[in-house]
């Protein structure tokens, strides 16, 4: 069992827009501005979309975005595109005793 | 263009010892440190341990204590993870990951570079 919780999946049709939830404690989420999120597709090597809660870096297209709410992180993709189908980790630091928490992950598919 | 390039996939036996390598190009690799994560079929990722490219401090989170073994080659920009004593539910896809880091810190909190993988099968 993961550390963070996230649905296991998310779907949505080209151009709608969806969330991704990441509930963790008030030991890592809740307790930093540290929250990541990673998009992982088959065979590529992982790229991250969002960092420190709500920075994106500059490669990373801004129809993706994310926010914190208490022990919560989410992660939106607005404008679905047939490419996002992916799936996504949160991560979270986590302090001295577990530095990086993750999520179990969500399969996002685009209908 | 910043690359982490993974081993080849390994079978083991249960009991054995696997060693992956994440050979690192295109940048200061004592800037930066390394991130090992795994992900076991139909589970998350999971964080195995951090060293550094400065001076090669690691942490180790309590579950890999004694069992991972995180090393670097400064002169080929080159980082290791051994894992030992494997079981089955470590058959997993091991990822090497960059974080901007020092000695026993981080500058960073996210893996901006990852590698793409090192699937590690344990069967009898």
């Known amino acids: 069992q993961s550390a963070l919780t996230q649905p296991a999946s998310v779907s949505g049709s080209p151009g709608q827009s969806i969330t991704i939830s990441c509930t963790g404690t008030d030991s890592d989420v809740g307790a930093y501005n540290y929250v990541s999120w990673y998009q992982l597709h088959p065979d590529t090597a992982p790229k991250v979309l969002i960092y420190d809660v709500t920075k994106r870096p500059s490669q990373i297209s801004d129809r993706f975005s994310g926010s914190k709410s208490g022990n919560t992180a989410s992660l939106t993709i607005s404008g679905l595109q047939p490419e996002d189908e992916a799936d996504y980790y949160c991560c979270s630091y986590g302090g001295a005793n577990n530095h990086w928490v993750f999520g179990g992950g969500t399969k996002v598919t685009v209908l | 263009q910043v690359q982490l390039v993974q081993s080849g996939p390994e079978v083991r036996r249960p009991g054995a010892s696997v060693k992956v390598s994440c050979k690192t190009s295109d940048y200061a690799f004592k800037t930066f440190g390394l991130n090992w994560v795994r992900q076991a079929p139909g589970r998350g990722l999971e964080w195995m341990g951090w060293?550094?490219?400065?001076?090669?401090?690691?942490q180790y989170p309590q579950k890999f204590l004694g069992r991972v073994t995180l090393t670097t080659d400064p002169s080929t920009a080159t980082a290791y993870m051994e894992l030992r004593s494997l079981r089955f539910d470590d058959t997993a896809v091991y990822y090497c990951?960059?974080?901007?880091?020092?000695?026993?810190?981080?500058?960073?909190?996210?893996?901006?570079?990852w590698g793409k993988g090192t699937t590690v099968v344990v069967s009898s």
């Open positions: 060293i550094s490219g400065y001076d090669g401090s690691t």
């Open positions: 990951a960059r974080i901007y880091s020092g000695s026993y810190s981080y500058y960073y909190y996210y893996m901006d570079v």
